[in-house]
């Protein structure tokens, strides 16, 4: 069964880091680029960022640019957010998602249960 | 950034309705878009991809078509299972983004 299990999130300071990590089972992870994607109670979705399947391209949302690093580990097949420098306004429920592609950003056709970030003082 | 603005937000329909949603693109995107559902608290599911293309699965009576700027997605025969919120997004350009959704409920 292709399966993604997010885990990490949690009540978190303002200012403070967090690193969330997504496991991937049930496809060959080394295939697909993945993505981060969030979403505020009762709100819309928010494309957080992405990496290609070989970590040589990655893409972030200027909200999150330069505070959250994405980044994935093909030999135990994980995907990686870390976020730092966190605001109140990166409170969300964050997803990782499986694209159909390798290389390029296009399709997010699994996505995992999402775990819950709180940031708040 | 590209917007892409979904209409209706909610939208009301009986069991049987076809029910249809569209999606604008503040720019011409080809035919680079996707139609997701998302159930309450559930994680979104890609139903369209290419903006017509038929996910392995999906019931045949969702479709979608559009290309250019003007998208649509349709629900031929609305079921009970179908209330959820729709979204679609756009992957032409980075950033990826997302519409505001409709949600979809039976009268």
Same mark, same amino acid.
């Given at each position: 069964e292709v399966q993604l299990v997010e885990s990490g999130g949690g009540l978190v300071q303002p200012g403070r880091s967090l690193r969330l990590s997504c496991a991937a089972s049930?496809?060959?992870?080394?295939?697909y680029a993945m993505h981060w994607v969030r979403q505020t109670p009762g709100k819309g979705l928010e494309w957080v960022s992405s990496i290609s399947w070989n970590s040589g391209r990655t893409a972030y949302a200027d909200s999150v640019k330069g505070r959250f690093a994405i980044s994935r580990d093909n030999v135990i097949n994980s995907l990686y957010l870390q976020m730092s420098s966190?605001?109140?306004?990166?409170t969300a429920f964050y997803y990782c998602a499986k694209d159909r592609?390798?290389?390029?950003?296009?399709?997010?056709?699994v996505w995992g249960r999402g775990t819950t970030v709180t940031v708040s003082s | 950034d590209i917007q892409m603005t979904q209409s209706p937000s909610s939208l009301s329909a009986s069991v049987g309705d076809r029910v249809t949603i569209t999606c604008q693109a503040s720019?011409?995107?080809?035919?680079c878009l996707n139609w997701y559902q998302q159930k309450p608290g559930k994680a979104p599911k890609l139903l369209? @991809? *290419?903006?017509s293309n038929l996910e392995?699965?999906?019931?045949?009576?969702f479709s979608g078509s559009g290309s250019g700027t003007d998208f649509i997605f349709t629900i031929s025969s609305l079921q009970p299972e179908d209330t959820a919120t729709y979204y679609c997004q756009q @992957? *032409?350009?980075?950033?990826l983004t997302f519409g505001g959704g409709t949600k979809v409920e039976i009268k």
């Open positions: 049930g496809f060959t992870f080394d295939d966190l605001r109140a306004e990166d592609r390798a290389e390029n950003y296009c399709y997010m056709d | 720019q011409d995107i080809n035919n369209i @991809y *290419d903006a392995t699965g999906v019931p045949s009576r @992957y *032409d350009n980075l950033p």
